[in-house]
C-alpha cells in the first residue's frame, strides 16, 4: 500500500509534512510517496528515507491565494498534479494533500473523475468531539451553493462512507435544519426534505444544531457553506474553552493549593482538550471522485498530518474509492425516479 | 416604565414565567404587565402584586404547533395579541414572549407594523460567552431564505442596536462567510459583501465560523437559517463541554483528593459554565418593528425570563425602538443609491 503525499502544500510544509509522513509510515505499517523539490525532500527525510519513504520530483507548488482551475492547468509538474496523477496512474493507493483546498478538489475532479451520477463532489469530515457518538459532516466545505438533489447524492456517498468508516451497517442520515418539522428550513432544506425520504438511505429527519454532538445521526448532510460554518464554530468554541480553562483553572488550583500545570496535564489526560484540537483531526475525506483523496487542515502539523495518512490508508486498505464508485451506480438507477429538482431559487 | 408578558407563552408557562417576573420587576425596577389566564395569573402572583405586578386577562393560549399568521388573525384573545396590542396603544412599552416564536414575530409585524424600508425583521442575539469579546448576531433565526439587501437591512439595524446595548460608538460589522476573501461564499455572501461596503456602517469584511467568539466584529450579520444553525451548535457544543468536564472532574478530584461538588462548584465561580447556558440569555430582540419586542427562549424558566425582561426594561428605558426607526429613515434615503438584488438565485 503506497500513499501519495503533496509534501509542498500546507501552512508547515515541508517540515511537518515529512515529519507527519516519517511517522505515519512507521505507525500504519505503510510506504509513502512524498511528492515536492527532491532536492528538500532528500535532506528532511534523510536517513528515514528507505524502505519504506520514497520520494517523486515536482518542482512546481501551488500557493494558497492561487484560483484552483487556472493554477491545476497552469502548473502540470506541480506536487499537486503530479500526486494526484500518481493516483490516477495507481503507482498511489491514496492521496492526501494540506494544500490549496479549491486545487485539491478540483484537480481531483479533472485527472480522477467523478464517479457516475455525481455532480459536486463533498468532503466528509468526522466529528469525535463526544466519543459516544461520533457524526460524519457532508459537506464540509466544498460547495457554498447547493441544489436538493447535490443534498441526496452527499447522503448516499456518505451512507457508504459511513458504513466503512464507522462501521454501522445502517447509517443514520440526519439534514442540518433550523428546526425539527419536515417544513421548516431554507429552500434547500424544504426541497431536500422529501428527496431524501426516496433516497434509499436510512433518512431520519432534521437535526439541528445543538443535536449535532448528540448521536441522533451518523451522518449529517448539508451544503458546502453551512458545513464549513458549523465546522469552524466548533473550531472556535474549542478555543474559547481552553481559554475558560485557564482562568478556572487558576481559581481552582489556588482554592485547593494544586499546582496550575499539573492539574491542566490531568485536565488533558481525561482527552477533551485533545478531542476537540483539529492538530489531532485526521483530514476529510473526498467523496465521490475516482480514488481516496484526502484533505488534511491547511494548518497540519506533523500530528495532523500522520492522521490524514493514516485515514488515506484505512480508505487505500478497503478499496473505498471504488466501493464507493460500485455501490453509486446502484444508486443512480434509484435516482431516475426523483424529480430534478430546479435550479432556480426564488426568494 | 411597563413591561407587558405573555404569561402563557413557552415550555414553563406560566409558573416560571410568573415566577421571572416577579424576580424581574423586583431587579429592575420596572412595573409589568402579566397577559393570560386571570385566574390562573392571580393565584400564581398572589401576594407579590402589588405595587409593580398588574395582570391582563387574554382567554385564549396560542400553542408552539400553531401556524403562525392563522393563530394570530384566530385568537384574537390570545395573551400573544392581547401582550402585542398593549405595546401599540402605548400601555406598555416593550412585550416579551417565550411562546411560539413564529406567531411572536408575525404578530408584532401585523399589529405593530415594520420600520420603512424594512422587509424582514431579524432577531438580534447577544453571545457573550467570551467576556472580553461580545457579539451579536443577526438575523439568529427568523428569516431562513435571504436576499442581500436584507443583509444590508440586517447590518443597519444592527449598528444603531449595538451602539446602544454594547455601546460602541462604530461597531464593526463582520459578514459570516466560510473564507476570507471578498470572493469567498455562497451567492448570497458574494453578492452582499459589495452591498455591505456601501451601506453606511463600519464594515470589516468576512467572518469565519471559528472567529465569532474572537472579538473582531461587534456585530456578524448572516441569514436566520445559518444563524439559527451557529446558535444551536453553540449551545451544543457547551453541552458536551460540560459532559466533558464531569469526566474530567472525577480523575482530577481523585488525584489531588478534592471534592467532585466542591470542585465543580468553583469551576463554575469562575463563570464560564454559567457563562455557556442558555437559560442565561437575555433574549433576543426584534429589530425593525414599530416597538420594543423581546424574544425568550422557549425552554425559559424564571431566571432567563427575567433576564429577557431585563433586556426589554433596557430598550424600553432608552425608547430603543423610537431610535431605530429614526435612524433607519436616514438609511433608506442612503440605500436608494444600492442596487435592487435579485430576488432569483441560480445554482
Known amino acids: 500500500m503506497n500513499i501519495a503525499v503533496d509534501a509542498m502544500g500546507g501552512d508547515y510544509a515541508p517540515h511537518e509534512i515529512v515529519k507527519g509522513a516519517i511517522k505515519a509510515a512507521a505507525e500504519f505499517d505503510c510506504d509513502i510517496t512524498l511528492v515536492g523539490r527532491a532536492e528538500i525532500l532528500n535532506v528532511l527525510a534523510g536517513k528515514h528515507r528507505k524502505p519504506h519513504i520514497n520520494i517523486v520530483n515536482a518542482t512546481q507548488v501551488i500557493e494558497f491565494n492561487e484560483h484552483p482551475v487556472r493554477a491545476i492547468r497552469s502548473k502540470p509538474d506541480s506536487s499537486m498534479v503530479v500526486g494526484i496523477k500518481l ?10 494533500s494540506a494544500g490549496n483546498s479549491g ?3 478540483v484537480g481531483s475532479m479533472l485527472i480522477l473523475g467523478c464517479v457516475e451520477g455525481i455532480e459536486r463532489p463533498p468532503l466528509c469530515l468526522l466529528i469525535d468531539l463526544n466519543p459516544a457518538a461520533p457524526v460524519l459532516l457532508v459537506d464540509a466545505g466544498v460547495n457554498a451553493d447547493c441544489r436538493p438533489n447535490h443534498l441526496v447524492q452527499f447522503a448516499q456517498l456518505g451512507t457508504v462512507y459511513a458504513q466503512h468508516i464507522l462501521g454501522v451497517e445502517k447509517p443514520r442520515v440526519g439534514l442540518v435544519n433550523n428546526g425539527e418539522e419536515e417544513t421548516k428550513g431554507n429552500r434547500l432544506a424544504v426541497d431536500a426534505y422529501p428527496l431524501l425520504k426516496q433516497a434509499g438511505v436510512n433518512f431520519i429527519g432534521n437535526i439541528e444544531g ?8 451518523d451522518l449529517i448532510v448539508t451544503d458546502g457553506f453551512t458545513g464549513n460554518v458549523i465546522l469552524k464554530t466548533i473550531e472556535g468554541m474549542s478555543e474559547i474553552f481552553q481559554l475558560h480553562m485557564k482562568s478556572a483553572t487558576s481559581l481552582v488550583s489556588s482554592t485547593y493549593n494544586v499546582q496550575g500545570e499539573d492539574f491542566i496535564r490531568n485536565l488533558k489526560a481525561s482527552t477533551w482538550l485533545r478531542r476537540m484540537d483539529y492538530r489531532e483531526h485526521g483530514g476529510a475525506y473526498l467523496l465521490g471522485v475516482n480514488g481516496n483523496v484526502v484533505r488534511a487542515h491547511g494548518r497540519s502539523q506533523s500530528r495532523a498530518m500522520k492522521n490524514a495518512i493514516g485515514l488515506a490508508a484505512e480508505a487505500a486498505e478497503d478499496n473505498l474509492a471504488a466501493i464507493i464508485r460500485e455501490r453509486q451506480a446502484e444508486f443512480v438507477k434509484q435516482n431516475v425516479a426523483l424529480p430534478e429538482s430546479d435550479n ?4
Not at 87 to 96: H, N, P, Q, R, T
Not at 344 to 347: E, K
Open 103 to 105: 486545487a485539491e478538489i
Open 344 to 347: 432556480t431559487v426564488h426568494i
Open 87 to 96: 493516483l490516477k496512474e495507481g503507482k498511489a493507493d491514496a492521496f492526501v
Open 210 to 217: 445543538h443535536e449535532i454532538l448528540r448521536g441522533k445521526a
